[in-house]
């Protein structure tokens, strides 16, 4: 039943961000739209900042499930694009109402998920220390996260399919370099 509440929760927060800013939407406005009491909502959030992370966490775990492999990493780069055009309307009202830091929390995780299933398995037998695993990811997540807020911020106006390409063939191998030069 908490799941069922959260998913109702985000479709208010959706439907109310088609009609007015974030700014302007309050609890109260969430809570009259889904049907439930001031309480319902912060049983599950402690905010809507709260209501939009896990939102956004969750949207990019679906789209994320089955794309954490070497050969799949660019078919779950794309399915971040397409659940982020997805919900187009409730994405550029985010960015436009709070800061780029705030959107980058949110993307951060989710692309250090991906690439952390994609840098275990290509180190497969190497001997790589954990903490040089997690720097080459945070280095190519910054990379996506920043390519993914420009087109954010330009209005969603290029093909994911395109930026993904461009991405692929600058970091060809890169990740199997970038292995083996951290190799002990």
Same mark, same amino acid.
């Given at each position: 039943?908490?799941?069922?509440?959260? $998913?109702? =929760?985000?479709?208010?927060?959706? +439907? =109310? =961000? =088609? /009609?007015?800013?974030?700014?302007?939407?309050?609890?109260?406005?969430?809570?009259?739209?889904?049907?439930?009491? $001031?309480?319902?909502?912060?049983?599950?959030?402690?905010?809507?900042?709260?209501?939009?992370?896990?939102?956004? @966490?969750?949207?990019?775990? $679906?789209?994320?499930?089955? +794309?954490?492999?070497?050969?799949?990493?660019? /078919?779950?780069? @794309?399915?971040?694009?397409?659940?982020?055009?997805?919900?187009?309307?409730?994405?550029? +009202?985010?960015y436009q109402c709070v800061d780029r830091a705030q959107v980058e929390k949110y993307l951060k995780p989710l692309t250090d998920n991906l690439?952390?299933?994609?840098?275990?398995?290509?180190?497969?037998?190497?001997?790589? $220390?954990?903490?040089?695993?997690?720097?080459?990811?945070?280095?190519?997540?910054?990379?996506f996260v920043g390519l993914m807020l420009d087109w954010i911020k330009d209005g969603m106006q290029e093909e994911p399919e395109i930026i993904?390409?461009?991405?692929?063939?600058?970091? /060809?191998?890169?990740?199997?370099?970038? @292995?083996?030069?951290?190799?002990?």
């Amino acid at each position: 039943m908490s799941q069922i509440t959260k $998913r109702a =929760l985000e479709q208010s927060l959706k +439907n =109310l =961000l =088609l /009609q007015k800013p974030l700014t302007k939407i309050t609890v109260s406005d969430i809570t009259d739209d889904c049907g439930v009491n $001031r309480m319902t909502f912060y049983y599950h959030f402690k905010d809507i900042y709260d209501l939009i992370e896990w939102s956004c @966490l969750e949207d990019a775990k $679906r789209a994320l499930e089955q +794309n954490k492999t070497y050969d799949t990493w660019q /078919q779950g780069f @794309l399915q971040i694009f397409y659940a982020v055009r997805e919900n187009k309307p409730f994405i550029i +009202n985010v960015y436009q109402c709070v800061d780029r830091a705030q959107v980058e929390k949110y993307l951060k995780p989710l692309t250090d998920n991906l690439l952390m299933g994609v840098i275990e398995e290509v180190s497969g037998q190497m001997s790589v $220390r954990d903490e040089d695993k997690v720097f080459i990811a945070r280095v190519y997540s910054y990379v996506f996260v920043g390519l993914m807020l420009d087109w954010i911020k330009d209005g969603m106006q290029e093909e994911p399919e395109i930026i993904v390409e461009k991405l692929a063939l600058v970091i /060809q191998n890169a990740f199997t370099d970038a @292995l083996h030069r951290f190799s002990i």
